[in-house]
């Protein structure tokens, strides 16, 4: 007789609500970039439109929903100029001496990213974190470490001020809560999220600007209750805060519209 793997669970319809949600959030950026070069260059449809950006995402080790986000927040280039942006800053990067352990500097979004989350996990005593960037006026998740699968999807977009992180954002201050279970900075599904992946405690870091501008978030989760954290503790989360984010600064200013002139060069001359 012919044995069948048993049917998966049915899944749960506030997980199915989660999912969805985050398709719809994923897509839409790249979605509003795609429309957005189809009306001004000469390519005939959104597919091509995605080609373009998914090309130009791999050439420069740009995340596509980055590109994306950059192309549909900027102003349009001038009709007939040869580039996106002109007389973009340039420079190296910046320094991040809160997180160099050793004489070679730190290079790529992805490494800068998760060696900050590293570093901030050690300041803190903390075993499971993420990092969220800012785009189109969200948190979106971008690293993470020793969090199960139901909090990423959850906490994958953040949209409002009903977590730490959200509260962190708004009000451009790290926030610690000592004990999630009593926090009222939570709405009750966002609690549940946080508490079933065995996290008791959390501390979330801005990332900001010189100019005072959030980039994103660091965030820690403590499998116990918390105090509050000493003055050196702060201190040195906030000399993190202030480097990467001076450096996610630098970096979409220079390899960002790099890759964006990069493509209005290819749009302008596509065939």
Same mark, same amino acid.
């Given at each position: 007789m012919t044995e069948f793997p048993p049917a998966p669970a049915p899944?749960?319809?506030?997980?199915?609500a989660v999912d969805e949600r985050n398709r719809r959030l994923a897509r839409a950026g790249v979605a509003r970039a795609e429309k957005l070069l189809v009306r001004r260059y000469p390519i005939p449809s959104q597919q091509e439109a995605f080609d @373009?950006?998914? /090309? +130009?995402?791999?050439? %420069?080790?740009?995340?596509?929903? +980055?590109?994306?986000?950059?192309?549909?927040? @900027?102003?349009?280039?001038?009709?007939?100029?040869?580039?996106?942006?002109?007389?973009? !800053?340039?420079?190296?990067?910046? !320094?991040?001496p809160a997180l160099q352990t050793g004489p070679e500097r730190l290079t790529g979004h992805g490494a800068v990213l998760r060696a900050a989350l590293r570093h901030t996990l050690h300041v803190t005593g903390a075993a499971m974190g993420n990092v969220q960037l800012v785009e189109n006026g969200m948190l979106r998740l971008e690293e993470h470490t020793g969090l199960?699968? /139901? $909090?990423?999807? %959850? %906490?994958? $977009?953040? *949209?409002?001020?009903?977590?730490?992180?959200?509260?962190?954002?708004g009000e451009r201050r790290q926030v610690t809560v000592k004990d999630v279970t009593v926090s009222d900075? %939570?709405? *009750?599904?966002?609690? *549940?999220?946080?508490?079933?992946?065995? &996290?008791?405690?959390?501390? &979330?870091? !801005?990332?900001? &600007? !010189?100019g005072g501008q959030?980039?994103?978030m660091i965030s820690t989760h403590h499998e116990e209750t918390v105090r509050d954290f000493s003055v050196a503790q702060l201190a040195a989360l906030r000399h993190v805060g202030t480097q990467v984010g001076r450096w996610l600064l630098w970096h979409r200013h220079t390899t960002v519209l790099t890759a964006l002139n990069d493509l209005h060069t290819n749009a302008t001359h596509n065939n």
């Open positions: 899944q749960d319809p506030a997980d199915r @373009l950006l998914r /090309r +130009t995402s791999q050439k %420069f080790n740009v995340k596509l929903h +980055t590109l994306a986000d950059v192309a549909v927040r @900027l102003p349009a280039p001038q009709a007939g100029a040869p580039s996106w942006i002109a007389g973009r !800053p340039q420079g190296a990067a910046p !320094p991040l199960n699968r /139901r $909090f990423t999807d %959850f %906490f994958a $977009f953040v *949209e409002d001020s009903t977590t730490s992180c959200g509260q962190a954002a900075i %939570f709405d *009750e599904p966002s609690r *549940e999220a946080i508490l079933q992946t065995g &996290s008791r405690a959390c501390h &979330s870091l !801005p990332l900001v &600007s !010189p959030v980039m994103g």
